[in-house]
């Protein structure tokens, strides 16, 4: 509801860049810059993504880019000025196949592999594993851990277990992490940003947890 102008009115000298972000009722320096919802992603260019990147990296330390699943504009466009990516992606096999197109776009299509090694670093790749049920992936259900790193290559940043209280956040239209880091989704969230500033943090609730006598006896 407070989203007056997006990045396309930006790229299209339709309104300031400070006009178009929204910053959050929380955190102080954190801004948001809605997409385009009613107009075709064709109308991104290139040149005018670039520009707009160059802006807000003026203001901000980081500029984070909400890629839509799939290879399309939008995505390609987010994927092509990455200096670093988190692939996120669930544990079935459709979905890693998905993300290993994005991984092959990165590695092949984006700015600094055009570049190439003696002038730009490659871009640092990431997986992020979302909605992770330990108990499936033992029973063999869905894909472990390993089975993700195996098919995708790259290491991981985080892995976000399976939550009912993302509905909720989402239908009350409140960030999950800022449930706080007891709770597991909130606190897989919050090692996950700190592994990818650099924190060595260890992977939790990636196993299944203790069956208790009762419900051994139960069921």
């Not at 790229?11 to 954190?30: F, G, S, V, W, Y």
């Not at 801004?31 to 107009?39: G, V």
């Not at 892995?159 to 880091?181: A, D, F, H, M, R």
Request: glycine share 6%.
């Amino acid at each position: 509801r407070r989203v007056i102008f997006d990045f396309v009115n930006v790229l299209l000298d339709e309104c300031t860049l400070q006009q178009a972000l929204i910053k959050d009722k929380r955190e102080p320096n954190l801004s948001m810059l809605a997409a385009s919802q009613t107009r075709d992603k064709e109308s991104l260019t290139v040149d005018g993504v670039e520009r707009v990147l160059s802006d807000l990296s003026k203001s901000f330390d980081y500029v984070v880019l909400d890629s839509p699943a799939g290879i399309e504009s939008g995505a390609k466009h987010a994927m092509y000025f990455a200096d670093d990516t988190i692939i996120v992606t669930n544990p079935e096999l459709s979905s890693c196949r998905d993300a290993d197109k994005m991984v092959g776009f990165v590695w092949s299509k984006s700015r600094r592999a055009e570049l190439g090694p003696d002038e730009a670093k490659p871009v640092t790749q990431t997986l992020l594993i979302n909605r992770y049920d330990p108990e499936r992936a033992e029973a063999e259900e869905s894909l472990s851990i390993a089975d993700m790193e195996e098919l995708l290559g790259l290491p991981v940043v985080g892995v976000i277990p399976e939550s009912k209280e993302v509905l909720s956040c989402t239908n009350l239209g409140t960030p999950v992490i800022t449930l706080g880091v007891e709770k597991p989704v909130s606190g897989a969230l919050n090692d996950m940003v700190d592994r990818f500033l650099g924190e060595e943090r260890e992977l939790r609730f990636v196993t299944p947890e203790p069956v208790s006598f009762f419900r051994k006896i139960f069921g």
